[in-house]
């Protein structure tokens, strides 16, 4: 199974900012990458995925990249409603699975 | 409006089954793949199974392979996840989900998700 590692655990930032997040893979993932959103309270939102798309609506400041095992997201200039936990998931082609990243909250 | 409405959960004891469903509207459900996914109370994701728009791919993952089954019936619109043998540790709010991918040949990328079913079991 393809672990996914997320660091920091919890990063503090002011809103103005720019977030790095980061997500490892335990092995290459060919780019099957997708990031997620999700406020207390809320269902996950779909921000990236392939690693650097943008899902529909989601706003310019939200930028993926990273290759092989290493992925970032990144947030350029921080928005108050940014605040929440990400978490990073990938897909293997065989056996067809699924893992989630342990999340990353971001808190002011 | 793209909607999964997803239903079935409830307090179950150890070891019995439960049956969750979800019926999607506002797109077309058998062209995408659906996937389940857990949270228990103040934890993180985890991927619980997949099937593809065909049913021609279906995964789980390692902590519900052999007790949890997966189908749809695109004819309903409809997802299903049987959960058999259930454990203390299945408790969590479960969330049916749409993938971005039009008849792909596996699951991925999540862009609808329903508001979710919470399972509890306790004796």
């Known amino acids: 199974e393809t672990v996914l590692t997320q660091s920091p655990a919890t990063l503090s930032l002011s809103p103005g900012e720019r977030a790095t997040l980061s997500c490892r893979a335990s092995?290459?993932?060919?780019?099957?990458l997708a990031w997620y959103q999700q406020k207390p309270g809320q269902v996950p939102r779909l921000l990236i995925y392939?690693?650097?798309k943008r899902a529909t609506g989601v706003p310019a400041r939200f930028s993926g990249s990273g290759s092989g095992t290493d992925f970032t997201l990144t947030i350029s200039s921080l928005e108050p409603e940014d605040f929440a936990v990400y978490y990073c998931?990938?897909?293997?082609?065989?056996?067809?699975?699924?893992?989630f990243g342990q999340g990353t909250k971001l808190e002011i | 409006e793209v909607q999964l409405v997803e239903s079935g959960g409830g307090l179950v004891q150890p070891g019995r089954s439960l049956r969750l469903s979800c019926v999607g509207s506002g797109f077309t459900f058998e062209d995408h793949g659906m996937q389940w996914v857990r949270q228990a109370p103040g934890k993180g994701l985890q991927w619980v199974s997949g099937i593809s728009w065909n049913s021609g791919i279906i995964g789980y993952g390692d902590s519900v392979k052999g007790r949890f089954t997966v189908s749809r019936d695109n004819a309903k619109n409809s997802l299903y996840l049987q959960m058999d043998s259930l454990r203390a540790e299945d408790t969590a709010l479960y969330y049916c989900a749409k993938d971005i991918s039009v008849r792909a040949t596996n699951y991925y990328a999540m862009d609808v998700w329903g508001q979710g079913t919470t399972v509890t079991v306790s004796s």
């Open positions: 392939d690693a650097s």
């Open positions: 092995q290459t993932i060919n780019n099957y």
């Open positions: 998931q990938q897909r293997t082609y065989w056996p067809p699975t699924c893992t």
